[in-house]
């Protein structure tokens, strides 16, 4: 069976774990949008390892793991991430780049930078690692791919496309440093250096030979629904297509290979960087939350902002996300809470109209409040537990309500950050 994995709020749901326990049963791992602005923290032979880019199924061996078409990827911080895993003893021979991915230049860092820092009320809080302006280049149809690595003739002519746009709006609109053609040449050179064990031009023959032989395939998504550029709260939202659908433009398979998408969601929200939060927490509840839940950046160590569990908002995601069922994630950390409250909808302070829908004009949200229903605590700590029907009573109410919310099933409910510390609810392994 062939499963996406989906964050189904801002990023940062816990989809590492999630996509690292179903990469046991998959033969081929292919992460298929973002860059290195994504962080993922798998915990596994008592270790600690930290992602961006690199599927965290190359922690097993004898998987394939692709970074597929739909992702840029930033040279210097691929390299750190491998070399990183090589110095932990990690076999990265299944590692496999798709020549199409995108590069991110250091054009691209240097204007993210810029465009953030001189934004003012349209600071959008990026991770700052070159995301927007790479997909904004590949789109405009002036971005390197990897394969352009390969050839010399080919890197030449579009270099002499490229540069005298780039350096154009490098200084003129920006006032930020230029670049010759030489100096890019010999940093293309290094580059194709860092890719070249992984760089896999056989890319089509393993889709091919791995659809025709019924493999496994875990399509691995990274940021969250919420995230997504159409259908996130827009304008704050990252450059590519997080949701379901982005699975099959960023791999290289169609429709029709995906079976299962699994939608990972904490039992609440957070959120890094600008952007609509109608369940924001400004007070003690959201504090206590972040100090429990560990809700610090990966990438950037940003405080995240912590809120309750939004239904409308994931309602919507299960709609646009695709998903077939939800992974729910740090129910443990309400393990000492007395209430948990819960979105079920939005009420319009301008007129007191009451929205069960999603509204996707973001500018209103600030108008929004939460409606909320309280679901009692259970005071017991669920981490150890792994079965369903041991679970407390009031925990099993609460993920009840949730599914009868969502309309869809919870088929994992994760209780620490450990492997072992799941739920199977329904047996997808
Ligand atoms: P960018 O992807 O760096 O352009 O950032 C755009 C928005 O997406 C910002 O609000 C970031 O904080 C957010 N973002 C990007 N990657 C992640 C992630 O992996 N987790 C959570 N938020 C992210």
């Given amino acids: 069976m062939n499963k996406v994995v989906v964050g189904a709020q801002w990023g940062d749901e816990?989809?590492?774990?999630?996509?690292?326990?179903?990469?046991?049963?998959?033969?081929?791992?292919?992460?298929?949008?973002?860059?290195?602005?994504?962080?993922?923290?798998?915990?596994?032979?008592?270790?600690?390892?930290?992602?961006?880019?690199?599927?965290?199924?190359?922690?097993y061996e004898g998987k394939t793991c692709f970074i597929g078409a739909g992702t840029v990827i930033l040279p210097e911080y691929f390299e750190e991430e491998i070399q990183g895993l090589i110095k932990e003893g990690i076999d990265v021979s299944g590692l496999k780049i798709n020549p199409l991915a995108s590069i991110t230049m250091p054009w691209h860092t240097e204007i993210d930078g810029y465009s953030e820092n001189?934004?003012?009320?349209?600071?959008?809080?990026?991770?700052?690692?070159?995301?927007?302006?790479?997909y904004t280049d590949k789109m405009a149809r002036i971005g390197l791919k990897i394969e352009d690595l390969y050839s010399e003739e080919a890197l030449s002519e579009k270099l002499d496309i490229i540069l005298p746009l780039k350096n154009k709006q490098l200084k003129e609109v920006y006032g930020l440093k230029t670049y010759t053609k030489e100096e890019v040449t010999a940093l293309c050179r290094k580059y194709a250096e860092i890719f070249k064990p992984y760089v896999c031009f056989e890319w089509q023959k393993v889709l091919e030979d791995a659809k025709r032989e019924g493999k496994a395939v875990l399509f691995e998504g990274a940021q969250g629904v919420m995230l997504d550029v159409d259908y996130g709260t827009y304008p704050f939202v990252t450059s590519s297509n997080p949701i379901g659908g982005g699975a099959c433009t960023g791999s290289g398979y169609g429709p029709k290979m995906i079976d299962e998408v699994i939608g990972v969601a904490k039992a609440y929200v957070t959120r890094v960087g600008e952007g609509p939060f109608v369940t924001e927490l400004k007070d003690e509840t959201g504090g206590k939350i972040r100090e429990i839940g560990h809700?610090?950046?990966?990438?950037?160590?940003?405080?995240?902002?912590?809120?309750?569990?939004?239904?409308?908002?994931?309602?919507?995601?299960?709609?646009?996300?695709?998903?077939?069922?939800?992974?729910?994630?740090?129910?443990?950390?309400?393990d000492t809470f007395d209430e948990i409250k819960l979105c079920t909808a939005y009420k319009d302070t301008r007129n007191g109209e009451i929205y069960t829908n999603y509204p996707t004009d973001v500018f209103c949200h600030k108008y929004l409040e939460p409606v909320y229903e309280t679901h009692k605590g259970w005071g017991v700590d669920v981490s150890g537990i792994r079965e369903y029907n041991n679970l407390p009573e009031n925990c099993k109410k609460y993920l009840s309500r949730l599914e009868e919310l969502l309309e869809v099933p919870i088929s994992i409910i994760s209780v620490g950050p450990d492997r072992e510390q799941t739920i199977f609810k329904i047996n997808i392994k």
Avoid at 15 to 23: E, G, P, Q, R
Avoid at 120 to 127: A, E, Q, S
Avoid at 297 to 326: E, H, I, N, P, Q
């Fill in 14 to 59: 816990g989809k590492a774990k999630i996509t690292d326990l179903l990469a046991q049963n998959a033969d081929l791992i292919i992460r298929y949008q973002g860059g290195c602005n994504a962080g993922h923290t798998v915990v596994a032979h008592n270790k600690t390892f930290k992602f961006h880019l690199i599927p965290s199924g190359i922690l």
């Fill in 118 to 134: 001189t934004a003012g009320k349209g600071k959008i809080g990026t991770t700052k690692k070159g995301i927007g302006p790479t």
């Fill in 295 to 334: 809700e610090y950046g990966v990438t950037t160590g940003r405080v995240r902002r912590c809120g309750w569990f939004d239904a409308v908002t994931m309602k919507y995601a299960v709609l646009v996300g695709g998903l077939t069922s939800v992974a729910l994630t740090k129910i443990d950390v309400f």
